[in-house]
């Protein structure tokens, strides 16, 4: 194909966008991501907390956003744009940092994603492109932060520099806590109604087509679920001390699957985490961090 230099992408934003939120919004993601019958702050309004990974649904929203999308348009969908690639794009990690806790009763998210790097793998071996999204309240407070990279097949070896390696070594020890649970058969389908309706997450023809056997739990409802494991673990009932968290998308993950949150406590308020598939022993996010205060 035609040499693209993406770095023209630097700096790209797409429109301003909000979403309007109440507390059946925030019970329903809690619930999309694990929550259990006994974890009463996660979906009864009375005590109702949001899991800090709520602040991550703008990345993919499509419900209650404004203006309106069908089907979510982040800014790395600018890189699609220009690439027309013919294999699907991967989300390779996602980061979030916390600026204040979330209003879990009602409230505004309003955000500008925007393309923040692009890295070169190389002539046959990918592109990568980096996309942040500041969210803020109403009043334009920060909430946090997201930073995700997409991975394009196509496009590499346009001259751009690497992706800067992780410095996240998980240690060679057993971890501090394992944390166990269980992806329903219907979770991506829950999922679905916080707002990310890719198709290949609900259909099964077009999942085929992407090289999947069956449609695939999305990748933010997996980095939610290890988000509300490792807080019953760590700091239980406290969802608002998590400071960040981040880590890279390995695997996909099926529905219908029991899965397990290794976690490892590296010093003060600091701990690393994988969360693996328990049936084939496969990381589906690797290279975890989670701070807390």
């Known amino acids: ?28 993601y809690n619930l999309a991501v694990g929550a259990h019958k006994e974890d009463l702050a996660y979906y009864y309004e009375k ?6 990974t709520f602040g991550a649904v703008p990345y993919w929203a499509t ?5 309106y999308q069908w089907m979510p348009l982040p800014a790395s969908m600018l890189a ?3 690439i027309k690639p013919t294999i699907a794009f991967l989300n390779m990690d996602h980061e979030i940092i916390m600026h204040r806790p979330i209003d879990a009763i ?22 990568v492109v980096r996309t942040k999204i500041d969210v803020r309240d109403e009043a334009g407070n920060p909430v946090c932060t997201n930073y995700s990279c997409t991975f394009f097949h196509e496009a590499g070896g346009f001259g751009g520099h690497p992706r800067p390696k992780s410095g996240v070594e998980i240690p060679d020890r057993a971890p501090d806590c394992v944390a166990a649970d269980y992806i329903s058969p219907v979770q991506n389908l829950l999922y679905r109604l916080t707002g990310d309706t890719n198709l290949i997450h609900v259909d099964p023809e077009y999942a085929r087509s992407m090289k ?4 695939i739990v999305q990748g933010l409802c997996s980095f939610g679920f290890a988000c509300r494991m490792i807080i019953d673990s760590l700091t239980p009932g406290e969802p608002e001390r998590m400071t960040r968290m981040a880590a890279a998308m390995s695997s996909p993950l099926l529905p ?20 693996v598939d328990q049936e084939t022993g496969k ?7 989670f701070e807390w205060k």
Request: proline letters at 5%.
């Open 1 to 28: 194909m035609e040499k693209i230099d993406l770095n023209q992408l630097i700096g790209a934003k797409m429109e301003p966008r909000y979403l309007e939120y109440n507390w059946r919004d925030v019970s329903l």
């Open 47 to 52: 005590y109702l907390k949001a899991i800090p």
């Open 63 to 67: 419900v209650n956003v404004r203006p």
């Open 80 to 82: 699609d744009q220009l």
């Open 106 to 127: 009602k409230g505004t998210f309003q955000w500008q994603d925007q393309i923040v790097d692009v890295y070169d793998r190389g002539e046959g071996r990918g592109a």
């Open 212 to 215: 999947f056997d069956q449609p």
């Open 256 to 275: 219908g699957t029991p899965v397990e949150t290794h976690i490892w406590k590296m010093g003060d308020r600091l701990a690393y985490f994988r969360l």
């Open 283 to 289: 990381a589906v996010l690797n290279r975890g961090e």
